[in-house]
């Protein structure tokens, strides 16, 4: 027990530094000609947001001893890692044109640098935590010559906006009429410099994120936005009315039907879902798997429910440094008990006996995958030296989350799910021989089953993944958190609605074994995302190369893997409460 408070208090610290509870307690006030922190922090082809490096990796200008800022998990997880930058940008100093350094870049450093111009290379900073960005260089493409120039930036102009005492917004401008060639295989001499130019501005300090997401925010990004919201309410009206209209009444006229039976003749053909009553309710196979995959996707569903909670309380203001991948990583270690009391609870309930191993497989069932996939992908970014490696200390970190925090929750949730002692709820007893299920048409078969109950949730959210997709794999902002969560509620509903009536459906054909294809057909919009990746990155996106390539389709496998677990879990309850209600509205001998 002291182990797991020990756990909870190191995660309860790491999500405070979520919450933007920074160490150093700068207030960002200054005074004239004061020391304001600039830090550079990676490099890295613009349209391969994943692949970025050091921002020393290329020979620019550094100071004698640049020192790396202490960075808290989320950082270094989002590939951040700052260093001291060479500029000196005192408080309201202007500068006309200071030189940083004078060097000959030899013919391995030229080469470096011409790749990176070719490759679109960006520089990322951050000065008293406002972000900036700036190319390296460009490309001379001559048309009627047929050659091409590689130029490399040179001088740098910062213009930076203060109110009072405060730095409101930086900017950044390369001139390319001072770039220097670096086509040819030589020994290039260069002078870096730079110039800094201070101007006043109105706009509070409380305002000057508001910068980064009004471009997420603008008329015709929100005409979209509530297009996407629209076309998702009219999919649920549709589905409800239909549900409402047909479903209901069939409901009803079976009703009638059912229990007026005896009034009927003895030697009636049974047919219909009330005639499979004594095997609706038999357990399904591979009833641990099925317990461990409950209680990791109503984990998740619980971690994506926080997680928006955050969101909406404004914790995940733009560039708030790792905040998102610090509250992901800590919120899903205090859930785990959540995994582990369904899990274990469900298990017992389907009259499982191992609930051990049970216990050990919801643990795996979703980390495992991940945990494989992390180390296929770091060591991939260790071979390219990429940022994205994560340092040893920090995988320790994790791993103590994981055994000082998850692990010990995961258990106790097992302990109380075993000690509940709930039994299942079946409205009807189930007989000893299980009854044949009659020959079916191949599209009542699971996938083609699963093609239709995954196209409507997804049809539902397709608009607004482009908008995520282009804010986690490019370099757009998304902070229109009230959309996206109007858009995940329609999500699950629209999911518990499809596989309430395909499982209707199935159950009127006298096919008993609905268990898993509620899973199944729940959780079917994971794949059809998957899908949407792949054309996403050919059709949507310019990214390439092996590193960038497999952190793309690598980690949205996992994330597409988490969404089955979770709306095949949504799929399943909707399916288990709607079955269990029509059974109890019959007499069931």
Known sequence: MARTGAGVVLAVVLLACALGVRADGSDHK???GDHVP???NKVGPFHNPSETYRYYDLPFC??????DKKEALGEVLNGDRLVDAPYELNFMEDKNSKVLCQKTLSKEEVAKLRDAVAKDYYFQMYYDDLPLWGFLGKLDKNREQGDTKYLLFKHIHFDIMYNDNRVIEINVQTDPSVAVDITEDKEVPIEFSYSVTWKKTDIPFEKRMEKYSKSSSMPQHLEIHWFSIINSCVTVLLLTGFLATILMRVLKNDFIKYSHEDESLEDQEETGWKYIHGDVFRFPKQKSLFAAIIGSGTQLLALAIFIFLLALVG???PYNRGALFTALVVIYALTSGIAGYTATSFYLQLEGTNWVRNLILTGCLFCGPLFLTFCFLNTVAIAYSATAALPFG???VIIL????????LLVLGGIAGKNSDTEFQAPCRTTKYPREIPQLPWYRSTIPQMAMAGFLPFSAIYIELYYIFASIWGHKIYTIYSILFIVFIILIIVTAFVTVALTYFQLAVEDHEWWWRSVLCGGSTGIFIFFYCIYYYHARSDMSGFMQTSFFFGYMTCVCYGFFLMLGTVGFRA??????????SIKCE
Request: aromatic share 22%.
């Open 30 to 32: 200054y005074k004239e």
């Open 38 to 40: 600039l830090y550079a």
């Open 62 to 67: 550094a100071p004698e001893h640049p020192k």
């Open 315 to 317: 914790v995940f203001y």
């Open 394 to 396: 920090t995988i320790i």
């Open 401 to 408: 989350i994981w055994a000082l925090v998850t692990s010990p």
């Open 575 to 584: 399916s288990l409460f709607f079955v269990r209600h029509i059974y109890r």
